[in-house]
């Protein structure tokens, strides 16, 4: 089962999301080398059950809101079947060096949405 493994928050200042994000909810965040205007953060204690981490960066658009990114073995296997069941996809397969690969979506009720395929070494 496909399961929401990460969620994108869009900021017009890095550090003031970042403050907001940890003095209110304790969030820890990291820099990602060679990614100066984005950071990763962890939600969960690493005590108690699993919770979703996800990233702050800069905005793209000035409408670009949160999305949350669904994981997934294969994305070029769940284009097809977005499309055939009335979503559409917005930004075909991209890769992220390093790390794995994206694509954005829209549901059957026009709600954004993206995928992602983890980069498994070998």
Not at 10 to 38: C, K, M, N
Request: overall charge negative; proline content about 7%.
């Amino acid at each position: 089962m496909a399961t929401i493994v990460h969620i994108d928050i869009p900021v017009g200042d890095l550090q003031r999301a970042r403050t907001f994000y940890e003095t209110i909810f304790e969030w820890r965040f990291h820099e990602v080398p060679g990614y100066s205007d984005y950071l990763l953060f962890e939600t969960g204690d690493g005590k108690s059950a699993p919770a979703i981490g996800g990233g702050l960066g800069m905005r793209g658009a000035p409408d670009q809101r949160i999305t949350c990114y669904i994981g997934v073995k294969s994305i070029a296997h769940y284009l097809p079947r977005i499309e055939e069941m009335g979503g559409a996809v917005t930004m075909p397969y991209t890769e992220i060096p390093g790390f794995g690969a994206l694509a954005l979506c829209l549901d059957s009720e026009g709600n954004p949405f993206g995928l992602w395929e983890e980069k498994h070494e070998i």
